[in-house]
């Protein structure tokens, strides 16, 4: 790859439905740019790279490095076969799962780990205990007779 026109680009990587009606019609990882363009990714070397590994970053902000084209019409960035995207922030819904995912680990369970991001967060959430609602009052919740 051209070191030269290497570019760096931040945005959320989405699994998109592209070429509707096509024999290519399926879901391809496509970077929404904060500058409002989007890019088809594509990772050079092995095709199945493209699903296995950068459909993990599905929903994430990152920032990625790779020379732009635009084939056929299409913006499009090619990754480097060593480039892996550098996430930028974590959705919401990661932190939540974090620490699942790390108990999963610890106990030893294989749940395809290669394809899989490690987690950056291990600890668990607990509520404050001054926040929960009080039960019912049962001696002024009956009714006399």
Known sequence: MNEQNLSSFIGV?????????????????????ENGKQFRLHHKGDISMNEK?????????VQITGNVDNLRGHWRIVLAPESVPLVVEASPLDELLA???????LSGQDLHADS????TKTDTFS?????????????TNHTEE
């Open 116 to 119: 899989v991001p490690p987690p």
């Open 99 to 105: 620490p699942t995912a790390a108990a999963v680990a």
């Open 13 to 33: 990587i989405r699994m998109d439905r592209l070429f509707v009606g096509s024999k290519s019609e399926g879901l391809y990882p496509v970077l929404h740019a």
């Open 127 to 139: 509520p404050p205990k001054d926040n929960l609602p009080e039960g019912p009052d049962h001696k």
């Open 53 to 61: 590994m950068l459909s993990s970053y599905d929903g994430k902000t």
